[in-house]
T-cell receptor
Framework: EPEVTQTPSHQVTQMGQEVILRCVPI?????FYWYRQILGQKVEFLVS????????KSEIFDDQFSVERPDGSNFTLKIRSTKLEDSAMYFC???????????FGQGTRLTVV | AQSVTQPDIHITVSEGASLELRCNYS??????LFWYVQSPGQGLQLLLK??????LVQGIKGFEAEFKRSQSSFNLRKPSVHWSDAAEYFC????????????FGAGTILRVKS
């Protein structure tokens, strides 16, 4: 069964450092998303990406965040200068189209120290 | 603004008992509705989905949910809970009008006692 894969599963970084979280969406999917879940809180939408550009972003997704689809398979989330409050589980998701369900990866747990 | 409410933070049921997890939404468009399950430290697994048609939908692991437009609800049910069902359950809502992004509820932690 096709699945969304995320790497790494866990990353620890120092405050102020840049991190790149990687995702490989399901191969024939067209829409890509990043969500985050701070420990003990709800899952929150960060950004959606379609046709090689951001289609929507939340208030959380400020100038410190960026996304990229550098090739035909990877979808990355970069945090330029991490803050303690960026510590969270980050989920990548993809969908085949507008009326289809989102498939989530297993998540990357980011810990900023 | 779109919102999803799961009024129960924790629910404890006995193994073999029936289960109902509540979900209410406030949305300005025709919603798509989902239930996801998350085991500790794990990702989100889709249990079931509703896009249109029959308002009673069947999912994996014996779960079902019923969409009630008049009550803006999408409650999750299971007739007989197994110990392996202990996890956190999230209701999520999306809509084409809002770019298909999902808005999640706060989650309900299910504990199963033997």
């Amino acid at each position: 069964e096709p699945e969304v894969t995320q790497t790494p599963s866990h990353q620890v970084t120092q405050m102020g450092q840049e991190v790149i979280l990687r995702c490989v969406p399901i191969s024939n999917h067209l829409y890509f998303y990043w969500y985050r879940q701070i420990l003990g809180q709800k899952v929150e939408f960060l950004v959606s990406f379609y046709n090689n550009e951001i289609s929507e972003k939340s208030e959380i997704f400020d100038d410190q965040f960026s996304v990229e689809r550098p090739d035909g398979s990877n979808f990355t989330l970069k945090i330029r200068s991490t803050k303690l409050e960026d510590s969270a589980m980050y989920f990548c998701a993809s969908t085949a189209g507008e009326n289809t369900e989102a498939f989530f990866g297993q998540g990357t747990r980011l810990t900023v120290v | 603004a779109q919102s999803v409410t799961q009024p129960d933070i924790h629910i404890t049921v006995s193994e073999g008992a029936s289960l109902e997890l509540r979900c209410n939404y406030s949305y300005g468009a025709t919603p798509y509705l989902f239930w996801y399950v998350q085991s500790p430290g794990q990702g989100l697994q889709l249990l079931l989905k509703y896009f249109s048609g029959d308002t009673l939908v069947q999912g994996i692991k014996g779960f079902e949910a019923e969409f009630k437009r008049s009550q803006s609800s999408f409650n999750l049910r299971k007739p007989s809970v197994h110990w392996s069902d202990a996890a956190e359950y999230f209701c999520a809502v999306g809509a084409r009008e809002y770019g298909n992004k999902l808005v999640f509820g706060a989650g309900t932690i299910l504990r199963v006692k033997s």
